[in-house]
Nanobody, 121 residues
Framework: VQLQASGGGLVQVGGSLRLSCTAS????????MGWYRQAPGKLRDLVAT???????IHADSVKGRFTISRDNAKNTVYLQMNSLKPEDTAVYYC????????????????WGQGTQVTVSS
């Protein structure tokens, strides 16, 4: 199983970016998917998560600016980021809880490789 993230880049303050992350490989079912971020010298923080049914959680720091969504048919999770601020600069990682077969014991959390988002002032 692999998670491939894309969509990062350099953007000015107030701009927008859309991150995508697609899961591939031996997948039976995908449960919660999410995005985390890690700025230089800081711990990795939760940005947003979304369940298979579409229930979402967004960190307070991004509420009203970022929106997580997913396309279950494409095994893909998105993060629409609007009104970007310099403090949003970080490496963004996608994550997914994936079952490789019908057994609950096969569920593992997988991480993507990270995509850099830089917001310039």
């Amino acid at each position: 199983v692999q998670l491939q993230a894309s969509g990062g880049g350099l953007v000015q303050v107030g701009g927008s970016l859309r991150l995508s992350c697609t899961a591939s490989g031996n997948i039976f079912s995908i449960y919660t998917m999410g995005w985390y971020r890690q700025a230089p010298g800081k711990l990795r923080d939760l940005v947003a998560t979304i369940t298979k049914g579409g229930d979402t959680i967004h960190a307070d720091s991004v509420k009203g600016r970022f929106t997580i969504s997913r396309d279950n048919a494409k095994n893909t999770v998105y993060l629409q980021m609007n009104s970007l601020k310099p403090e949003d600069t970080a490496v963004y990682y996608c994550t997914a809880d994936i079952a490789r077969d019908i057994s609950a014991r096969s569920i593992r959390t997988y991480w993507g490789q990270g995509t850099q988002v830089t917001v310039s002032s």
